[in-house]
């Protein structure tokens, strides 16, 4: 899940925004987690499936 879509419980504010420490602490972690922590889950399934038809398509190739 992206921090645009979370509300903080602390302050009612979208977490993207930052109004107070525990926005911003965890807008922090977020954008720290990695490439892929961004993407949602069905992002994650096209990019593997593309990468499995590409997989086929070199073996295919190289038989």
């Given at each position: 899940m992206t921090?645009?879509?979370l509300?903080?419980?602390n302050c009612a504010a979208p977490v993207s925004q930052?109004?107070?420490p525990v926005c911003?602490?965890?807008r922090e972690r977020l954008q720290q987690?990695?490439?892929f922590s961004g993407l949602n889950p069905m992002?994650?399934?096209v990019l593997m499936v593309v990468l499995?038809?590409?997989l086929v398509l070199v073996a295919?190739?190289?038989a």
């Open positions: 921090y645009d879509r509300v903080c419980a930052g109004r107070c911003r602490a965890n987690e990695g490439p992002a994650l399934i499995v038809a590409a295919q190739q190289t």
